[in-house]
């Protein structure tokens, strides 16, 4: 049997999440990083192993709002409209929640 450590429960998550969820041409994944100064957000394909899109800003969460604006719009002149979101094992609420808001505001669906 093999055991897996995790350093922490937010890596235990992050596995069980991107277990689930892949990323396609037309489907690609947006991961959220989070750290205490910035936040991190790109949008992957996992069949070609890319990221097609990056954006990050600062840490609170009007930078977090905008970062998601950002985003929308690069990825609108790709022609990309829908996307699987992968929080990457951070709850739902604050600088995520933010950032996924104003994604969708930007006019694309998860």
Do not use: C, W
Request: no cysteine; proline share 1%; glycine share 12%.
């Amino acid at each position: 049997m093999v055991v897996k450590k995790y350093k922490n429960q937010r890596d235990k998550r992050r596995v069980r999440i991107r277990s689930k969820i892949k990323g396609t041409s037309e489907r690609p994944r947006l991961s959220v990083f989070r750290s205490n100064k910035h936040i991190y957000a790109q949008l992957i394909d996992d069949e070609k192993g890319v990221t097609l899109v990056a954006a990050m800003g600062g840490g609170d969460m009007t930078a977090a709002g905008e970062t998601g604006k950002i985003l929308a719009a690069k990825t609108l002149e790709l022609g990309i409209k829908k996307l699987v979101f992968d929080r990457g094992g951070y709850k739902y609420h604050g600088r995520v929640k933010a950032l996924a808001e104003r994604v969708r505001e930007g006019g694309l669906e998860f």
